[in-house]
């Protein structure tokens, strides 16, 4: 199991303030990047390795996962 202590966890500013329906991502932590839900903060986290997440949000901003 990943140690996320010391996480800081980030949401995206486009993100309404009572926090519903969103992730918070932490990238501050060597080696991992760690995903939650906002609605769950103490609940599963998903990790990734730093190049998987950059792959996946540059992917994201080409339009690549659009229908």
């Known amino acids: 199991?990943?140690?996320?202590?010391?996480?800081?966890?980030?949401?995206?500013?486009?993100?309404?303030?009572?926090?519903g329906e969103?992730?918070?991502?932490a990238t501050n932590l060597p080696g991992l990047v760690a995903v939650r839900d906002s609605k769950d903060l103490f609940g599963p986290s998903l990790i990734f390795g730093p190049g998987v997440w950059s792959a996946f949000v540059r992917d994201i901003k080409c339009g690549s996962f659009e229908g």
């Open 22 to 25: 969103c992730v918070e991502v």
């Open 1 to 19: 199991m990943d140690d996320l202590t010391g996480a800081a966890w980030r949401r995206s500013t486009l993100s309404g303030p009572d926090g």
